[in-house]
């Protein structure tokens, strides 16, 4: 119903910049909310950003002030502009979209309310 592909990820040195896209296609006015995910190695997955249809976004605490998510309607695409990059950032970035609604933004940052994901893009911080 909702296809996600992220792209963008790759090699950066620390302090570097990178800037993440999720192409969504199929039902994508279903879309309440999308939503940035990552995985280290040994790691669980943890939130990153979300954005709901009405703009309302989220951060987690490790990326407040250095990433900012963005969403571009007429491409159906939203983007994660990730500056200061530390090697903790190093992990594999999962694009997610939710068909749920809720009142409040905060509902989204679990990530039980995504139904869509897409394949996940490899972002390494290393020098």
């Known amino acids: 119903q909702v296809q996600l592909v992220e792209s963008g990820g790759g090699l950066v040195q620390p302090g570097g910049s990178l800037r993440l896209s999720c192409a969504a296609s199929?039902?994508?006015?279903?879309?309440?909310?999308m939503g940035w995910y990552r995985q280290a190695p040994g790691k669980q997955r943890e939130l990153v950003a979300t954005?709901?249809?009405?703009?309302?976004?989220n951060y987690a605490d490790s990326v407040k002030g250095r990433f900012t998510i963005s969403r571009d309607n007429a491409k159906n695409t939203v983007y994660l502009q990730m500056n200061s990059l530390k090697p903790e950032d190093t992990a594999v970035y999962y694009c997610?979209?939710?068909?749920?609604?809720?009142?409040?933004?905060?509902?989204?940052?679990?990530?039980?309310?995504?139904?869509?994901w897409g394949q996940g893009t490899q972002v390494t911080v290393s020098s």
């Open positions: 997610a979209a939710s068909i749920k609604y809720y009142s409040s933004s905060i509902s989204y940052t679990g990530t039980d309310e995504y139904a869509y």
């Open positions: 199929g039902s994508i006015f279903s879309i309440n909310a």
């Open positions: 954005i709901t249809s009405g703009g309302t976004t």
